[in-house]
């Protein structure tokens, strides 16, 4: 079971839709465009209210972990892919209201993602369930270039079962040896969009290496597509490291092999899957 074409979760979860742009990495927000710009259904800014999603939707995940219980299995939940968690106009009876669900379901393996890293410390700072960390949670930043790396050192200040960071867009070079040690996942994607930036080979290749240095796991979810955006020297670079044109966002190969979990993966069978696999 998988409703998510997001290659590195199973599903996603948006308890509300809306947020503000705080870096280059939001410039071309591609739930804002949608959302925004095409549907006119909600409003972004930091002036806008948010607009919280239904019961049904909230039901989901129940059902999702439900079944997940059954069978003995484990899912992950991307929480949230039209939002920010940590969002300071969300109502805090909303995040409440989150959080609770989270606890609910024990048999998900839940994925918070932020930009806003101050907020979720000062809010785990308060949160007061002694049984925190729960081991079905894990805490993560988005990172867009080395000048917001620090968002990577203060997530690793704050008590998680497990952390990741989502380093997508790409847009330069990252170091992630500030914090590797408290991270367990790295996924790095290129931009998406009709005004996509293109991603560098050797920025990717950089963070799989230290990855694979420094025993966390990796994940290379697409290439973008800011191809046709980049110099015809920029394009041969990203033939060579695996783009395929052919492709959605051109593909995930990274040298011959499609990165997930850590390993790469270079069997005719999981290649035609991951290839395959239609990404947001």
Not at 52 to 80: E, K, M, Y
Not at 141 to 168: C, D
Not at 181 to 207: D, K, L
Request: proline share 6%.
């Amino acid at each position: 079971m998988k409703n998510s074409g997001i290659s590195w979760t199973h599903h996603t979860f948006n308890p509300w839709i809306g947020c503000t742009k705080i870096s280059e990495g939001c410039d071309y927000c591609y739930a804002e465009r949608d959302w925004d710009h095409r549907k006119h259904l909600v409003t972004w800014g930091s002036g806008a209210p948010r607009h919280r999603t239904g019961a049904a939707n909230w039901l989901q995940p129940i059902r999702w972990d439900d079944a997940c219980r059954r069978l003995g299995t484990r899912q992950r939940v991307f929480c949230a892919s039209l939002a920010d968690v940590f969002d300071p106009i969300v109502p805090d009876a909303w995040r409440e209201d989150l959080f609770t669900l989270i606890k609910r379901t024990p048999n998900l393996d839940w994925m918070l993602l932020t930009k806003r890293v101050g907020i979720m410390s000062a809010f785990f700072r308060d949160f007061k369930d002694p049984l925190w960390p729960w081991p079905h949670v894990a805490l993560g930043v988005s990172i867009e270039s080395q000048h917001w790396n620090w968002r990577g050192s203060a997530l690793a200040e704050i008590p998680a079962a497990r952390r990741f960071v989502s380093i997508e867009p790409m847009l330069g070079f990252i170091d992630i040896r500030w914090y590797a040690s408290a991270v367990q996942e790295v996924i790095i994607g290129g931009e998406s969009g009709p005004e996509a930036r293109p991603i560098e080979p050797h920025w990717v290749r950089s963070v799989c290496d230290q990855c694979m240095s420094l025993g966390v796991g990796f994940c290379f979810k697409q290439w973008g597509d800011g191809y046709s955006r980049a110099t015809h020297s920029h394009q041969l670079h990203l033939l060579d490291a695996g783009y395929d044109p052919t492709l959605p966002r051109g593909g995930r190969m990274l040298d011959g092999g499609i990165w997930v979990g850590g390993m790469k993966e270079t069997g005719k069978a999981e290649l035609m899957k991951a290839l395959h696999i239609k990404e947001v």
